[in-house]
């Protein structure tokens, strides 16, 4: 298992730009969460899924947008990026019953930098 | 107040003795507390979970849970170079994880 994956490892926006930060587990984990963390900060979370079709809310969702089409796939969207939103976004997922839920899996990260 | 607190130091503690990382929460609910570790420009890993009231031990890490309190805490016992890191403090809260700012630990040969 490659467990979870994140594309691209590093990307420089330009104020204004677009861009999808790519995550994909297999592990076939029903939960799937993005977070970022900037300097000397611990992680946020921006968005979760708790399944195909479904997601919500974070503490720090303005400025992104999600979607889940399949049990894999978990994309972060990036409108009209702004120098706030350089960090480095974390994927995460986990199972889905009993305690074992409540272990998250995390990818490697992207670092973003927005100019 | 935030809702995970931990101080951010950076901690140094000398090789072989044991370290101690401690985590303050708000919300006197939450059920589910978790330690990660996080090496320079690498993801989050976990490290252990604790559920329970008392202390909880695997190898050389043993967790502390007092609910009472409101504090979790993590000690590195026999400290190793290898365990030069960030270490998150993370809450279970409404099925989210909520994380604290991280504790810099160094561990000077």
């Known amino acids: 298992n490659a467990g979870v994956t994140q594309t691209p490892k590093f990307r420089i926006l330009k104020i204004g730009q677009s861009m999808t930060l790519q995550c994909t587990q297999d592990?076939?984990?029903?939960?799937m969460y993005w977070y970022r963390q900037d300097p000397g900060m611990g992680l946020k979370l921006i968005y979760y899924?708790?399944?195909?079709?479904?997601?919500d809310k974070g503490e720090v969702p303005n400025g992104y947008n999600v979607s889940r089409s399949t049990t894999e796939d978990f994309p972060l969207r990036l409108e009209l990026a702004a120098p706030s939103q350089t960090s480095v976004y974390f994927c995460?997922?986990?199972?889905?019953?009993?305690?074992?839920?409540?272990?998250?899996?995390f990818g490697p990260g992207t670092r973003l930098l927005v100019l | 107040q935030k809702e995970v607190e931990q101080n951010s130091g950076p901690l140094s503690v000398p090789e072989g003795a044991i370290a101690s990382l401690n985590c303050t929460y708000s919300?006197?609910?939450?059920?589910?507390f978790f330690w990660y570790r996080q090496y320079s420009g690498k993801s989050p890993e976990l490290i252990m979970f604790?559920?329970?009231?008392g202390d909880k031990e695997d190898g050389r890490f043993t967790a502390q849970l007092n609910k009472a309190s409101q504090y979790v805490s993590l000690l590195i016992r026999d400290s190793q170079p290898s365990d030069s890191a960030t270490y998150l403090c993370?809450?279970?809260?409404?099925?989210?994880?909520?994380f604290g700012q991280g504790t810099r630990l160094t561990i000077n040969p």
């Open positions: 899924s708790v399944g195909a079709g479904i997601t």
């Open positions: 604790i559920y329970s009231n």
């Open positions: 592990m076939n984990h029903n939960y």
């Open positions: 993370a809450v279970m809260k409404a099925q989210k994880l909520v």
């Open positions: 995460a997922s986990s199972f889905t019953s009993g305690r074992a839920k409540e272990t998250q899996y």
């Open positions: 919300d006197r609910g939450s059920q589910s």
